[in-house]
């Protein structure tokens, strides 16, 4: 099986604090985040719903998209998650089926 990779944002609520993250282990990261596993921004700022994501081949096409995406706007950050999640609900469960 081969490796994959995702780009992912995470909200304390929507319109919210964000927080873009990448990793080989969707679910897990998420988890992660959502029980404050690790001391950081996401524990500080109470970061805890997935709202969206993309899955990426290789670790630095992944890589590559989260440096860009975290150089992004406020705003455009936003409307990717609103196109992708209109409703901002939390998609962890979804990964979990």
Known sequence: MDKRFWVYIMADEP???LYV??????AQRAWQHRTGAFEGH?????I???????EYPTAEEGFAREKKL?????IWKIDLVKAFNPTWRDLYDDLRK
Do not use: A, N
């Open 15 to 17: 319109y919210g604090t």
């Open 21 to 26: 993250g990448v990793t080989s282990h969707l």
């Open 70 to 74: 975290k150089k992004w706007k406020r």
């Open 42 to 46: 996401t524990k500080k700022y109470g």
């Open 48 to 54: 805890k719903c997935l709202v969206y994501y993309e």
